[in-house]
Each structure stands twice: as C-alpha cells, then as structure tokens.
C-alpha cells in the first residue's frame, strides 16, 4: 500500500498551545505547548500510525487535523486546500470527505437515537439520500458492511456491546464515502478479540475503498500490523518517523527504542530523572539513557535518511551516514 506521489494530507509546523490559569489580570499568560512543530504528510491509500504515550499530543494533533481543534500555529492542508483557511459552508462541504472515529463509542453516538438514524443523519445532512426508502436502503448496507445487520436500524446504542457500539460509530464516519478516516484509539475500551475484528474491519476499508487512515494509538502491535508508515511522538514533538516495520525493527532514537522494547507501548518513566527540560532543548533529555553533552546544550536536528524515508530528532546520528540534516523541520513527505 504505497502512497501515491501527491498526498490527501499535509500537516505543516502544526503548534498547540493551551492557556493555563494564573497569571492574575496584569500577569504574564502562562501557556501549555501540546503539541510543537508536527510536520506529515498522508498518501492517498494510506495508513500512517500515530504513536506515543499518553500526553504525548496524539489526540490533540487528530482533533486539529479535523478541525475540531484550531491550531495555535501551522497548516493543514486536505487535498491542496488549506483547511485552517475554511470555515462556516466552506468546510462543511469539505468536511463530508474527512470523518473520525473516536475512543469511546458509546460517548460519541446519542443515547437517544436509533442506529439507523445515528448512521444515516450525515446522509440528510449532505443531502446523499433523496428519499427515505434511499436513506434506510444505503443505511442498512452500511451496517452491513461494517459487520452489523439491518434488524439493528431499530435498536439504540445501549442494546449493543462495546464493539457494536464502534461499529455504529465506524458506519456514520463512512456513510459519506470520506476520502480520510482518523481513528483516535477506537480500540483500547474493546476486549482483544473485538479489537482484532475492528482493525480488521480498518484493513478491509482500505483495500477495498481506498480510504486513507490517520490511526492513533500507543499500541505498536496494531500499528505494525496495520500501518505503512509511523510517526513518533513525545511531549508533542515527533522524535522519529518512516515506513513502520523500518522504524519498530530498526529504531534510532532512544524513546523509539524504549517503547518498541515493551509491550505496552509505555516505558518506565524515568531513565535519567530531574525536570522536564527547557523548550530550547531535547524534549527527550531527562528520560534519555544515552544522552550526550550536547544534548544539554542545544535542540537536535532534524535530520534525515532518503534511501529509506526515515527522519528522526535526535543528536546521536548527527554526522553519520548517511542521515544528513531535513530542509523541512519534521516534515515526511515522500513515500517509504
């Protein structure tokens, strides 16, 4: 599954930053940074897995690509349009080929409405069915697709178990023939043996409708199986990126290496210990075990191995053969 040579999706320098309380009315605004500097691009057909340990910005970079968060700063750019630049009508109309599915599903569907109803109200709302017997016809072949049948357009969300609950939500984010799914965690509330089928189900829409897919997640088995490429992410900053089974195989930099060597996708929390490290520096400099002099001294550079498709933030590599400093800052453009 090899992206195509133009990409659906381009993050460029995306920044979050958050305003903390405090500060009183003359003081100085204190802010949180969630997420710095994100650079991606996403191939049309394909899967880029999102990685990282809680509070990394996973959640808070899928919510901006979708709009449903502002960036502080930076671009996303869907399909050679600036989605930052668009709003009211404008992004409605694009917003019907860009749908997400979230962590919880039974938080994210109404209580109060059936499935049917749940999975055809963005067909009304776009105007995709003409007629109710078109609506309940293309509904009851959307919950078929995603494994449901058409005795459920009459039940509500609670009548269903956790993985029927995803497969609604799953349903309504498809029901428009989106050109990106984001998928934000859509397994970790689901036991193993819904989960495989749920990422199955992933798979099967990719192959078969050529759906791009942004899948977020901390677990780096999913994201192997799944994913062609993978981006690395701490403290909001990405710290390694490439073509999947390259980065987990081979990893180079030292939180890379840390979550592929447990199982959880979670490493212990300190390796080093002492304060979080200034923004002037690596984000990475007190958990690392490997750190060097300069590491206290000055941010890493990007840099980057063409022959593979691979970047990292990181100064262990600096100087070596044959990663050579990116003209574009966490940026990953091309195909693996």
């Not at 195509?4 to 381009?10: C, D, T, V, W, Y």
């Not at 109200?121 to 995709?128: A, K, N, T």
């Amino acid at each position: 599954m090899s992206p195509e040579s133009s990409p659906l999706l381009e993050t460029r320098g995306l920044v979050r930053e958050f305003d903390l309380p405090g500060g009183g009315l003359f003081g100085r605004r204190k802010t949180l940074t969630a997420v710095s500097d994100v650079s991606f691009a996403i191939g049309k057909g394909e899967i880029l897995g999102l990685v990282g340990e809680s509070g990394s910005g996973k959640t808070t970079i899928g919510r901006m690509v979708m709009r449903l968060l502002d960036p502080t700063r930076g671009q996303v750019i869907f399909d050679g349009l600036d989605l930052t630049r668009l709003s009211g009508r404008s992004l409605r109309r694009q917003r019907r080929r860009f749908q997400m599915v979230f962590q919880d599903p039974y938080a994210s569907l109404n209580p109060r409405m059936r499935a049917g109803e749940i999975v055809g109200e963005p067909l009304v709302i776009h105007g995709l069915a003409p007629s109710a017997r078109e609506l309940r016809e293309k509904v009851s072949r959307l919950l078929e697709r995603v494994g449901l049948s058409s005795h459920d357009l009459e039940r509500y969300p609670r009548e269903f178990s956790g993985g029927g609950r995803q497969r609604i939500g799953i349903a309504r984010a498809i029901a428009c023939q989106p050109d990106l799914l984001v998928a934000d965690e859509p397994i970790a509330s689901l036991d193993l043996s819904i989960g495989a089928q749920i990422i199955n189900l992933f798979s099967s829409l990719n192959k078969t409708e050529r759906m791009s897919l942004l899948f977020i997640s901390h677990d780096l088995s999913v994201v192997r199986y799944l994913s062609d490429r993978v981006v690395v992410l701490y403290r909001g900053r990405m710290v390694e990126s490439g073509p999947t089974r390259t980065v987990l195989d081979t990893p180079v930099h030292p939180y890379t290496r840390l979550l592929a060597g447990t199982s959880s996708g979670t490493p212990s929390e300190t390796q080093n210990g002492g304060d979080e490290p200034s923004g002037s520096l690596c984000p990475f400099l007190t958990r690392c075990p490997e750190a060097l002099p300069v590491c206290r001294e000055s941010m890493p550079p990007s840099l980057e191995n063409s022959e593979c498709g691979r970047q990292v933030l990181c100064h262990l590599v600096a100087g070596h053969s044959p990663w050579k400093s990116s003209a574009s800052p966490s940026s990953s453009q091309g195909s693996p």
